[in-house]
């Protein structure tokens, strides 16, 4: 499980994060809900190590990680598909998931069954198996998206950080990601999701977290935030 | 006609030497954007490293071939230490330092530093490398080529492809072009990319001390032969694009053969020049190199 205690992160001088408390128990998902620039991906920078938090605490399994270097945060089971995709352009497909998988092929992380991972990550989706020696720059964004959340779930993680899954995406893809997530969850994947469809979002998750401009606005179970008038009206439109 | 041949054959060998140690300087830049502007005093030390070693084991009474194949693993060692030095001595530093233009300076440093060493260890006068061959040309098809040169082809190109597979077939490879594509997602794969870094300037010095080690034996070997050669490859790496990994060769060549035609035809004092003007064209019109697009997608 991940618990984040009271985080504070930033880029040089400025601070973006306060204070943010966020738990995240095995087996369940929790989305982060919040307007653009409020701070979500910034918090799922600090807690991979892509930037070193000021403050606070990040426990894996009860294991303080904060301040780790982002590869060994990975090899301690942390899987992180960021935002903007961030896959190997010149690389293909296959070779960018057997990346995923590099702790467990270099032997700091339990090995497993590496190949039938591959075959798996195939069945969950498709359209990575026909393209699996196409150069990963070449693939559509929406396939980019795909073989980011495949490439993360590569590690076999112990939680799995998702930075806006359907970001770019036709509306029939965005659907399609939700079901794989929701298969995700049906797998008890821990995972941590951050979302800007926030009423598909509090839809598939357990919990969920309000966020404004670097601080929380509010949590609580995604049924109840789904219903809460102010959360209606500030994100998910007052009409729906 | 055969005059021409002649030129060709020599103007490929250095050439393909100036493109194994640009080859060394596209290695670095892939990974991290930053240069080892000591390469040729790589070049120079693995000569000279590979000098002693050669002549020690002949001494052990070995054949100069055998003397010069079992140079080589130590002359890779030296090279892949020298590197790691550079990188963690210089260019990390600089770069912790969130310096622009120090890994700049700390690399000409480090340059400087080992060409000392150089002079004092092996001293100011160049030295005879013992030829592994049979320095006696042959004829082939009417040219003459030295055994030498012949070597000097397949070493470079061994040592390019090899690079090539390492990095297509094993994972540990595949980490270095992770590195290279986007630094932040390769950390997120559990690769340590400061480690992959120190690993590419190894390589890097590792090339240019074979491209040492392949030159020695036709030319003077002393701690002045990697300056100019340093130099030239850069150019090289510049006309073929840094990104490119067979530009290297095809600018190596051009430049390689431009030199033995100018020399052979206009007069050897200017031999260098257009080499240098072909550099300057390349920045003022290609500036990514003549084949740095193309291959950015294929690499
Ligand atoms: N690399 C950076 N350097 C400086 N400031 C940054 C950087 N990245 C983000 N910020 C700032 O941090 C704040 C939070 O940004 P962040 O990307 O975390 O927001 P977000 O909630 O993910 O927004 P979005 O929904 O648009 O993705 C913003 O004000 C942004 O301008
Ligand atoms: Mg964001």
Redesign the pocket.
Known sequence: MLEIKNLVA???K?R?LNEISISVPAGQLVTLI????????????AVSGMIKPEGGEILLNGRNIAGLASHDITRLGMAHSP?GRKVFSTLSVTDNLLLGAYPRLTKMRPKGDVDADLERMFDLFPRLRERREQLAGTLSGGEQQMLAMARALMLQPEVLLL??PSMGLAPRLVEEVFATIKRLKAEKITMLL?E?FAAAALEVADYGYV?EN?RLAGQGPADKLKNDPAVRAAYLGTGS | MQNFLQILVSGISVGMIYGVIAFGYQLTFATSKTLNFGQGEALTLGALVGFTTVNFLIGMSLGTFWAYILALPLVFAFGLVQGSIVELLGVRQATKIKSEAGWIMATIALGIIFKNIAENVWGKDPLKFPSPVSEAPLTIGGVNVRPMEIIIVVGALAMMLAVELFNRRSIYGKAVVATSNDRDAAGLMGINTSRVITFSYALSSLSAALAGVLIAPITLTGANMGAALGLKAFAVAIIGGLSSGLGVVVGGLILGITESLTGFYFDTGYKDVPGLILLLLVLSFKPAGLFGKAAIKKV
């Open positions: 930033g880029y040089g400025v973006v919040g307007s653009n620039g409020a701070g979500k991906t910034t918090t799922l920078r935002e930075d806006e951050v800007q966020m670097g």
